[in-house]
């Protein structure tokens, strides 16, 4: 089965600090691709960035990098310079065999001002 | 770009009223729309998946007759409970894929607030 997990269900920095948020998957997939979601209080779901597995390079937007391990499907997202507005749920998905999306729990992450 | 509107953001209506939903890709063409479900606290749980023109594939457990969806056009989806009842009110949310590419990622519309008394 394809899954993902996120392991913490939340987590809480101060301002300007940077955090990790951590995913795990598993797929039997040689080739897919690798979302990271952010779901803010206003409940709409914002692309925050992809990953496609065959592209050794980290993804990098702006403050927002991934830690891309495919050996040990690992997909964590770094934020930097955290903002009182990247407080929000953060979903990881990745697209299945059929094009779909499978997705983690969640993360809450909480920015302190 | 890729921008989805999703409307309306929020209904309340009595049980056994019909309700549409619709979601529209503003700025791009969508072959493949997606609607979810959303229950407090949890991800999204895909309910169809609907492709311009043709019918929409229903997720197990999903009655198709209940949901009712329609994909007439690239930039539209629309979705509509039918004789919705209290067990109906949740979030609802869709998304859709740029045409050109399965690998596309989705964009997803605010979602809807369905409560039904």
């Known amino acids: 089965a394809q899954t993902v997990t996120q392991s913490q269900p939340e987590m809480s920095v101060q301002e300007a600090e940077t955090v990790t948020l951590s995913c795990t998957y598993d797929t039997s997939e040689s080739n897919y691709y690798l979302f990271w979601y952010k779901q803010p209080p206003s409940r709409q779901m914002i692309l925050v960035i992809r990953q496609e597995a065959y592209k050794q390079q980290n993804a990098t937007e702006n403050r927002f990098s991934v830690n891309f391990q495919k050996a040990a499907k690992s997909f964590s997202l770094k934020i930097s310079d955290s903002q009182l507005g990247d407080t929000a749920m953060y979903f990881c998905a990745f697209y299945d065999s059929n094009y779909q999306l499978i997705w983690g729990a969640g993360t809450k992450l909480i920015i302190k001002p | 770009g890729a921008v989805v509107s999703q409307h309306p953001s929020r209904v309340i209506c009595k049980s056994g009223t019909s309700v549409k939903i619709e979601c529209r890709s503003l700025d791009f063409q969508a072959t493949t729309m997606f609607w979810y479900r959303q229950f407090p606290k949890q991800s999204l749980m895909l309910m169809a998946t609907s492709n311009e023109g043709s019918k929409a594939t229903y997720e197990q457990g999903v009655e198709k007759d209940k949901f009712l969806i329609n994909h007439a056009s690239l930039t539209l989806s629309t979705l509509t409970v039918t004789s919705a009842h209290p067990e109906d009110s949740s979030f609802y949310i869709c998304?859709?894929?740029?045409?050109?590419?399965?690998?596309?990622?989705?964009?997803f519309g605010d979602g809807t607030r369905l409560s039904i008394l």
């Open positions: 998304s859709a894929r740029k045409t050109g590419g399965v690998n596309q990622p989705q964009h």
